[in-house]
């Protein structure tokens, strides 16, 4: 596994277990024992994880989300730990850094913000580029479904399009706070809107993400 990717799935096991199974999430009617689930069988479970995507594996998908979650809380959390078997996709280094340092960064915010005490955590610059960087590339499959123009802005100026129409939305913040923004996380993440009120609006109770 590689550094960003590693380093997020460990802070997201401790996360989970210092919760306890059943302590709410950001994740709509998901538990941290269903969050903890979710996780497992998306690397362990890819017949079924399509089903995320794809209706017609839905059934596929809740019967193995029903398993994971029947098992040990303490189970899940040390598969988790350990990671994705040998010959899964995600065991190699690309992979599991372009699919995972973004997920477990997001489903860790999912559990500490649910916390009526949590507080913004500082990323290092290089953890936050790596978040943009990878932002940009996902900025307009996550902002597809945006009923406005939206735009992402750094602070520092860089600018990246999620979704072209008007009227136009710019949302400011940093890359982990835009992250969690545009993957439907807009009522805790720390930014900034400047748009049209009503377009405003629009965009925060919008569908975004994957």
Same mark, same amino acid.
């Given at each position: ?7 997020? @799935? ?12 059943? +302590? ?8 941290? %024992? ?11 479970? $890819? ?33 988790? %730990?350990?990671?994705? $078997? ?27 913000? +649910? ?24 900025? %307009?499959?996550?902002?597809? @479904? ?6 992402? %802005? ?57």
């Amino acid at each position: 596994m590689s550094m960003h990717a590693k380093r997020e @799935r460990l802070l997201l096991a401790d996360l989970l277990e210092a919760a306890g199974p059943t +302590a709410p999430t950001l994740c709509e009617g998901w538990l941290t %024992r269903d969050l903890a689930a979710h996780v497992v069988v998306r690397e362990r479970r $890819p017949d079924a994880a399509g089903g995320l995507l794809l209706n017609v594996l839905k059934d596929r998908l809740d019967k193995a989300m029903a398993e994971y979650t029947a098992k040990p809380y303490e189970e899940l959390i040390q598969l988790i %730990r350990t990671g994705p $078997p040998k010959l899964s996709p995600y065991a190699l280094k690309q992979i599991d850094e372009a699919a995972n340092a973004v997920e477990f960064f997001v489903h860790a915010e999912d559990v500490r913000r +649910a916390q009526p005490d949590w507080a913004p955590r500082e990323l290092d610059p290089v953890f936050s580029d790596a978040l943009w960087s990878r932002l940009e590339k996902l900025a %307009r499959l996550t902002g597809r @479904r945006s009923p406005v123009g939206l735009v992402l %802005r750094r602070p520092n100026g860089q600018t990246a399009v999620a979704h072209k129409g008007t009227p136009v939305v710019t949302v400011t913040g940093e890359p982990g706070e835009l992250t969690l923004f545009c993957f439907g996380r807009q009522s805790e993440a720390t930014v900034e809107l400047d748009g049209p009120k009503e377009a405003v609006a629009q965009l925060t109770t919008a569908r975004l993400g994957i």
